[in-house]
Nanobody, 123 residues
């Protein structure tokens, strides 16, 4: 199993930036495909960015393309999400998620989750 702990959330003004990190422990980090999933109040979970086990392929939700960048450092067992040009609609709890398959399209298919970190973007 893998344990995931997110950090880096907070309150930021629209147009600002935040960098989220997810520290993994337990089973070998490079065994897992990773994703950042967010959930806003009253809305369904959404995969905003995903990355394959080696980091060779990344995918993004249309709503964040060009603004968010997902990356991973397998030597440091850490996943990142660089968020730029933040908008009020980016306000949500952001979760780090992991799974053993190559990739995921449905958020709840990820098998392992962190506790989440709140991101609030003020207008």
């Amino acid at each position: 199993q893998v344990q995931l702990v997110e950090s880096g959330g907070g309150l930021v003004q629209a147009g600002g930036s935040l960098r989220l990190a997810c520290a993994a422990s337990g089973r070998t980090f490079s065994s897992y495909a990773m994703g950042w999933v967010r959930q806003a109040p009253g809305k369904e979970r959404e995969i905003v960015a995903a990355i394959t086990k080696s980091g060779g392929t990344t995918t993004y939700a249309d709503s964040v393309k060009g603004r968010f960048t997902i990356s991973r450092n397998n030597a440091k067992n850490t996943l990142y999400l660089q968020m730029n040009s933040l908008k009020p609609e980016d306000t949500a709890v952001y979760y780090c998620a992991a799974g053993l398959a190559r990739s995921y399209q449905i958020p709840n298919d990820y098998g392992y989750w962190g506790q989440g970190t709140q991101v609030t973007v003020s207008s």
